[in-house]
Nanobody, 126 residues
Framework: QVQLVESGGGSVPAGGSLRLACVAS????????MGWFRQALGKEREGVAA????????YYNDAVKGRFTISRDNAITTHYLQMNNLKPGDTDMYYC???????????????????WGQGTQVTVSS
């Protein structure tokens, strides 16, 4: 069973930066789609960014392209979401997520996510 633990949330003014980290353990398959989702109160959870642990392209929500970067360490146990030029609209609870198999076109489907972290709050003030 995969376990995910996030860290790195906080409060910043607009234009600021934060880096979220997700430490994963318990891998039992050769390929997972690992990524980040976010959810504001009363809204649907949406995909932010993702990558396949087996290699390949990264995926981004259009709203964050050019500002956010997803990356991982060489051991593949930790991945990061570097968030630059943050906007008030980025204020959300951010969740680390994992699903079995490579990401592909369904990287942001809530229905395919098997494992969730507990979430970390990001607040951007105007």
């Amino acid at each position: 069973q995969v376990q995910l633990v996030e860290s790195g949330g906080g409060s910043v003014p607009a234009g600021g930066s934060l880096r979220l980290a997700c430490v994963a353990s318990g891998y039992s398959y050769s390929d997972y789609c690992m990524g980040w989702f976010r959810q504001a109160l009363g809204k649907e959870r949406e995909g932010v960014a993702a990558f396949s642990t087996g290699g390949g392209v990264t995926y981004y929500n259009d709203a964050v392209k050019g500002r956010f970067t997803i990356s991982r360490d060489n051991a593949i146990t930790t991945h990061y979401l570097q968030m630059n030029n943050l906007k008030p609209g980025d204020t959300d609870m951010y969740y680390c997520a994992a699903s079995v198999g490579s990401c592909g076109g369904t990287w942001d489907y809530l229905s395919r996510v098997t494992y969730w972290g507990q979430g970390t709050q990001v607040t951007v003030s105007s």
